[in-house]
């Protein structure tokens, strides 16, 4: 990371990680992200490896943020979302360049959360957000506690209110999240944290 990048803000990017209800949930989670968010959003959403996805169309129809499907070896930027393509696992590197895998499945899923948080804590640190929305099964919890142990902030959907608790529950039981919030109220906690250190 350049020293500019370190100066502007002490957060550099943003992951998440969805599966049942997470197209809705990431609708509304974007949507109220606004047009001019500072970082880069990563997304793994499960979807069935067996159809094209046209989540990215989607979820373009709800925020004003650009969304994408993630390329091999691309650049990240901010203000734009990366989407895990079906059946590929998204990581990130130091320099915030993506690289999309087909190794094995985590938790019976690819892409997986655990993946993507793991790849995050270990590029950027204390400068991750990692947020769990909606979804079944566990995929995300042992994310969240690397992206916690690296210093970074980890944000969950709360398990009471969310569409499907098991992905929210799982990652509360780590004992790594900072913040358990109504789906409403994330956007808010999100762009609160990447544009603290720029009032």
Known sequence: MTSEQHASGQYAIVAVASSAGGIQALGALLGALGPDLPVPVLVVQHLDPRH????????????????????????????????????????????????????????????????????????????????VLTGTGVDGAMGVDAVKSRGG?????????????????????????????????????IRGLVENKRQ
Do not use: W
């Open 153 to 189: 902030t980890v944000i969950a959907e709360d398990p009471e209110t969310a569409q499907f608790a098991g992905m929210p529950t799982a990652a509360v039981g780590t004992g790594a999240v900072d913040f358990v919030l109504r789906l409403e109220e994330i956007a808010a906690a």
């Open 52 to 131: 094209r996805t046209l989540l990215a169309e989607v979820l373009t129809r709800r925020t004003t943020l650009g969304v994408k499907l993630a390329d091999d070896q691309e650049r990240v930027k901010p203000g734009t979302v990366y989407l895990a393509p079906p059946d590929r696992h998204l990581l990130v590197g130091p320099e915030g360049i993506l690289t999309l895998s087909n190794s094995e499945l985590v938790h019976f899923v690819r892409p997986s959360a655990d993946l993507l948080f793991e790849s995050v804590a270990g590029a950027y640190g204390s400068r991750a957000i990692a947020c």
